[in-house]
């Protein structure tokens, strides 16, 4: 719980195809990101987030100082 600083490249979670089991992906990450009051620093290189990223940060406790997005597939 006192991570500070994450990286998480090449995530698994594909949200680009909309399915019970991505939408239950994107929740598990946001509640795991969630129990980790002390995180300032993200990085999602090249994960599969499509217009979900709102919903993946929803459960933070604080504001992030850092958040890395490389190569990230965005989309509104």
């Known amino acids: ?3 500070r600083s994450l990286k998480l490249q090449y995530s698994n979670v594909d949200v680009r195809r909309p399915t ?5 992906g994107v929740r598990s990450l946001a509640g795991q990101l969630g129990m980790l009051p002390g995180l300032r620093e993200l990085n999602l290189g090249s994960s599969r ?7 993946i940060l929803c459960d933070l406790r604080a504001p992030l100082e850092s958040l890395e ?3 990230c597939s965005l989309l509104p």
């Open 49 to 55: 987030l499509s217009g979900n990223l709102r919903h």
């Open 69 to 71: 997005l490389p190569f």
């Open 1 to 3: 719980p006192e991570l």
């Open 20 to 24: 019970p089991e991505a939408a239950l």
